[in-house]
């Protein structure tokens, strides 16, 4: 006999009623319509202007109803990431993607609040592999991974020991999140001991970007001498490897820093050659069937990401049905009531009902 849990749904495509707002589409449809006829019958009485109005409102109808029809069938995906985590055994593995370009226009502390947040997922530690790919070749990068690689022995297990709902430190610690959680005092004082050490992190990442740290190219940064950022061999570094099998709280994912080879004469094809890298070096060391990818301008949100995406991704009947899930991108550091749009707010909130 099937077992319950596992025949559950991971996700359901549940339909949303549009009624009110079909109706006013078709009430619209039938005035555009009259309008064309009423153009159409009254022709011989009217000059050019009158065949032009017509071209141009039949351009406008066309337009109008390819709109209309691309939201006249709403639907919403329920996903049930609980369902997903009651398969452990079978869960796969999924390899993270990070790039970064540029240590100026990126700065690092943005990638290693990238990587924290990834590196802190709601999913076994085991079953995760975080690869940062640099295209600036910058040992200051490689630093800050190093660095970040040894704080998130700490951050980890206090994000999932508390389910800590934003991931990204910079984000955390920047609003009031020890009042809204929890008040026991060893909370209090786990969160203050995380902050200090997030503080200390983010000055010695920015001592280094002065100059005024050990960031000289001996040991492992010794790669990093001499080199073009546009023309070098490639630097591939295992920042940490997880040896523990298991779960437990204190597991930090893999790391693996790369910077692909780059020579003036051939064409480095931006992200989508970064992407081809990772997907190349991560085939050879851990190879998982799933990848997640998040510019370094961006951090996980959602813990739960990649339960929510494999409730997609495995719930569908046939591979073929499901190969990409994308989610909303919310900005941060916007205008009051976001006057130009930038949020999306109507299509994400109110169409899509995502958030
Ligand atoms: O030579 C390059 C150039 C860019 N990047 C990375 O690619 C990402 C996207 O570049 P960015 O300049 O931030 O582009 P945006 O316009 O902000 O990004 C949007 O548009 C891009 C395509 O235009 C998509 O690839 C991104 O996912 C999407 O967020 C960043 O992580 C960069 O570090 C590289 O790795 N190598
Ligand atoms: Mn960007």
Not at 245 to 255: I, R, S
Not at 279 to 285: A, F, I
Request: proline share 6%; net charge neutral.
């Amino acid at each position: 006999m099937a077992n319950p849990t596992t025949s559950l749904p991971l996700y359901e495509r549940v339909a949303r009623k549009n009624t009110i707002a079909r109706a006013i589409e078709l009430s619209i449809l039938s005035l555009l319509l009259s309008l064309l006829a009423y153009r159409i019958l009254s022709f011989q009485d009217h000059g050019f202007g009158w065949l032009l109005a017509f071209l141009c409102e039949s351009w406008f109808a066309f337009i109008w109803v390819l709109t209309v029809s691309s939201k006249w069938n709403q639907v919403v995906y329920e996903t049930y990431p609980q369902r997903v985590l009651q398969r452990k055994l079978e869960l796969p593995p999924v390899d993270m993607f990070v790039t970064t370009a540029d240590p100026v226009l990126e700065p690092p502390i943005l990638t290693v609040n990238t990587v924290l947040s990834l590196l802190a997922l709601d999913y076994p530690a085991d079953k995760l592999a975080c690869y940062v790919s640099d295209d600036g070749g910058s040992p200051l990068t490689f630093y800050s991974l190093v660095e970040a690689s040894k704080f998130a022995k700490l951050r980890v297990p206090f994000c999932k020991k508390y389910s800590i709902p934003v991931r990204a430190p910079f984000r955390y610690f920047s609003g009031d999140s020890m009042s809204s959680q929890d008040t026991s005092p060893q909370f209090q004082q786990d969160w203050k001991k995380m902050k200090d050490e997030y503080e200390q992190l983010s000055q010695k990442i920015e001592d280094a970007a002065k100059g005024s740290i050990p960031c000289e190219l001996i040991g492992e940064f010794a790669d990093f001498m001499n080199i073009q950022r546009r023309n070098h061999a490639s630097i591939v570094k295992v920042i940490w490897e997880n040896k523990e099998a298991g779960d437990a709280n204190g597991v930090v994912p893999h790391l693996v820093y790369i910077s692909r080879e780059k020579r003036p004469k051939h064409p480095h094809h931006f992200k989508a050659g970064a992407m081809n890298i990772l997907t190349r070096v991560s085939g050879v060391m851990t190879n998982a069937p799933f990848m997640l990818n998040v510019d370094c301008d961006m951090y996980v949100n959602n813990p739960q990401i990649v339960l929510h995406a494999l409730c997609l991704l495995l719930g569908v009947k046939s591979d073929k049905d499901c190969a990409f899930v994308q989610f909303p991108q919310h900005f941060y550091d916007g205008l009051k009531d976001d006057p130009y749009g930038s949020q999306w707010a109507v299509l994400h909130e109110v169409r899509m009902n995502l958030s």
